[in-house]
C-alpha cells in the first residue's frame, strides 16, 4: 500500500496530512538550498550536486546536481541551463577523465592489482568549497568535500583504464593527484617474498656488514682500506648479497632489502628447517613470479653456500610478523671439555637442564653493545652424546634470546644453570649451527600473511 493512500480510523487523515507536508518540507529545502546555491555565482552539475551527496545513495553528485537543476527549471518554468563555468572547483570536476589518464600513463610499465587515490587540492579551492557552504548556509562539512569527489571518481576511471581494485589498506600503487601543478605521482610500495635459508657455509653474515674501520667507504687517509681491502665491507659475501639480488631482478626492482627472523652468528650454520626471511623489493616493475622458479635461481646463484626454500610472494605485514613473532631456536653444537666427561655424567647434567628456567647476565663477548641485565629463559630440550671423553655434540631447543654459548660455558658464572657448572667442569663451544627456528605458538607462514 503506497504512503498516499494510509488511513487510520482514529485521525488518519490527520497523520496522512502531516505524513506529506513532512515531505513537502522536506523536498523544499533540498531545493531552496540548490537555489540559493545557484545563486551564488555559476556551479557545475558536480559541485551542485555534493552539497547534497548524503541523499539519494546510487547517484553521482553530478547527477544529483543535473536533476536539481531540471526541478528547478520545471518549478519555475524557466528554461533549462546546463552548468557553466564553475567558481568552486574552477573546472576540476571536469577533468575527471583526463586526470585518470594522467595516473594510468604515470604508472605505465608497472605491473600492479590494487591502487589507491589521494588529492592535494589548493587552499583556494578548498576555500571556495566552505564559502559554498557558508553562502548557503548549510554545516561546513555538509554533503561531499571536493578532494573527496575526485579520489573516487578519478579512482573508477582509473579501475576502469587498468583493471585493478581500490585498496584503503596498503595498494600496490598511491596516485597523488596534485591541482596545483597538474601532476600526478605514482608511488609504486614494495613486494614481498617470503621463505626460509640455510646457510651452508661458516663466516658468512646475514646481511651486509660495513667495515668499521673505514666506515664503508673503502678508503682511510686517501688510500684502500686495509681492513676490507678497499671493500667497504668486512666479508666478501652475506646471505642478503647470496639471495636479494635475484629476486630483485626477477621483480624488476630499484633495489631490495632483507629481513631476517633474528640471526645466527657469522661462524654458524643454519641448517635443517632454515630460518624464515623476507626480502623487500623496491619499486617492482613484476609482481606475478614463479617462486618456484625464482627459488630454483636463486639457489644457483648462492652455489651451495646458502640454500632458500618454500618461497612465497607475501604481504608487507609478513616484514614485522617475522622480526616481532616469539620464536623459539633449535641449536647443535660441537663442546669441548677441559677434562675427560662420562656419558652418565654427561646425560644427567642434559636431563637437568631440560625444562629448567636459566638466569643469564649479558655475556661479557656482547656487553660492549647490549645492556648489562639479567634476563630468564627456558630450555625447552636438552640432549647429547660424548664424541670422545673431552667432546661433546650436544643439542639445545630453548626459548628466543636464551645465549647458548654461556648455557654451555657459565661465562664465568654469569649463567646460572649451566654444563659447564652441573659437570663441574669447564666446557666451551667449539662449532655452533642453528637447526630450527619456529614461532613460540603458531608459525610464521600463515595463510593472511601470503599472496598465494
Not at 554545516?139 to 579501475?159: F, P, Q, W, Y
Request: aromatic share 6%.
Amino acid at each position: 500500500m503506497s504512503h498516499s493512500t494510509v488511513r487510520k480510523n482514529d485521525g488518519g487523515g490527520e497523520v496522512e496530512t502531516q505524513l506529506r507536508t513532512g515531505r513537502v518540507a522536506q523536498t523544499m529545502t533540498v531545493l531552496e538550498d540548490a537555489r540559493a546555491a545557484l545563486d551564488t555565482g555559476p556551479l557545475c552539475d558536480a559541485c551542485l550536486g555534493r552539497l547534497f551527496a548524503d541523499r539519494s545513495f546510487g547517484l553521482t553528485n553530478a547527477e544529483r546536481g543535473h536533476a536539481l537543476r531540471v526541478t528547478l527549471a520545471l518549478e519555475a518554468d524557466d528554461d533549462f541551463e546546463a552548468g557553466a563555468d564553475c567558481w568552486v572547483c574552477e573546472g576540476e570536476c571536469d577533468r575527471i577523465e583526463w586526470w585518470a589518464q594522467q595516473a594510468a600513463t604515470a604508472a605505465r610499465g608497472y605491473d600492479f592489482s590494487t591502487y589507491q587515490v589521494g588529492t592535494k587540492v589548493p587552499p583556494l579551492l578548498e576555500e571556495n568549497d566552505a564559502l559554498l557552504r557558508e553562502d548557503v548556509g548549510l554545516d561546513e562539512d555538509a554533503g561531499e568535500a571536493l578532494k573527496t569527489e575526485l579520489n573516487r571518481e578519478v579512482g573508477k576511471r582509473i579501475g576502469d583504464l587498468t583493471g585493478a581494485e581500490v585498496d584503503f589498506g596498503r595498494p600496490e600503487v598511491q596516485f597523488t593527484l596534485d591541482l596545483s601543478t597538474d601532476e600526478v605521482e605514482a608511488r609504486v610500495n614494495s613486494a614481498f617474498v617470503y621463505g626460509r635459508y640455510r646457510k651452508l657455509a661458516r663466516d658468512i653474515p646475514q646481511t651486509k656488514w660495513p667495515c668499521n674501520d673505514c666506515n664503508g667507504t673503502g678508503r682511510w687517509q686517501g688510500q684502500p682500506c686495509d681492513g676490507c681491502d678497499g671493500t667497504g665491507y668486512r666479508y666478501d659475501e652475506s646471505v642478503e648479497q647470496l639471495t636479494a639480488p635475484v629476486v630483485q631482478e626477477a621483480m624488476k626492482g630499484s633495489g631490495a632489502t632483507f629481513h631476517g627472523a633474528g640471526r645466527e652468528d657469522v661462524d654458524a650454520l643454519m641448517l635443517e628447517s632454515g630460518r624464515p626471511f623476507v626480502i623487500e623489493v623496491d619499486e617492482p616493475r613484476t609482481r606475478d613470479v614463479d617462486t618456484d622458479a625464482l627459488e630454483a635461481d636463486v639457489n644457483e646463484f648462492a652455489d651451495g653456500k646458502v640454500e632458500v626454500k618454500g618461497l612465497r610472494l607475501a604481504t608487507h605485514e609478513m616484514v614485522e610478523r617475522v622480526k616481532e613473532l616469539d620464536a623459539s631456536k633449535t641449536y647443535r653444537m660441537d663442546v669441548e671439555f677441559e677434562e675427560p666427561v662420562t656419558e652418565d655424567a654427561l646425560r644427567e647434567a642434559l636431563d637437568e637442564l631440560e625444562g629448567t628456567t636459566v638466569e643469564q647476565e649479558t655475556p661479557q663477548r656482547v656487553a660492549h653493545r647490549r645492556a648489562d641485565l639479567t634476563r630468564t629463559r627456558d630450555v625447552y630440550a636438552a640432549s647429547g652424546e660424548l664424541v670422545d671423553e673431552t667432546h661433546a655434540d650436544i643439542r639445545i631447543h630453548g626459548e628466543g634470546g636464551l645465549y647458548v654459548k654461556e648455557l654451555v660455558s657459565s661465562d664465568e658464572g654469569r649463567t646460572e644453570p649451566s654444563l659447564s657448572g652441573l659437570l663441574g667442569v669447564d666446557a666451551v663451544v667449539t662449532a655452533l649451527d642453528v637447526v630450527d627456528v619456529e614461532g613460540e605458538d603458531e608459525p610464521f607462514a600463515k595463510a593472511e600473511f601470503l599472496k598465494e
